[in-house]
């Protein structure tokens, strides 16, 4: 059964930095693209930033140059650096998994953690 914890979310002002930290159970994280989404009240889950097993990564317009993603393998682990955060940047982050079986796809999601960007 696969399993995605996240933590690190919380308050903030503007201008400050959270790490977002997802753990991930299961036989899955070698070949999985693992990636962070956000949704804030009323709008769609977006993708904020993913990264491949081998370590290639995409962002959001939004969050370049503020944001990195990265992942230990060897841990199970992916992160999300966030600095410079706006009050735009205020969602419920989930990590996601996209597990590359022999012909599908698999999707798995974390519960969610808030982050809160304000003064």
């Known amino acids: 059964q696969v399993q995605l914890v996240e933590s690190g979310g919380g308050l903030v002002q503007p201008g400050g930095s959270l790490r977002l930290s997802c753990t991930a159970s299961?036989?899955?994280?070698?070949?999985?693209?693992m990636g962070w989404y956000r949704q804030a009240p009323g709008k769609e889950r977006d993708l904020v930033a993913a990264i491949s097993s081998g370590g290639h990564t995409n962002y959001a317009d939004s969050v370049k140059g503020r944001f990195t993603i990265s992942r230990d393998n060897a841990k199970n682990l992916v992160f999300l650096q966030m600095n410079s955060l706006k009050p735009e940047d205020t969602a419920v982050y989930y990590c996601?998994?996209?597990?590359?079986?022999?012909?599908?796809?698999?999707?798995?999601w974390g519960q969610g953690t808030q982050v809160t960007v304000s003064s």
């Open positions: 299961g036989s899955i994280f070698s070949n999985s693209v």
């Open positions: 996601n998994a996209k597990v590359l079986r022999s012909t599908t796809i698999d999707d798995y």
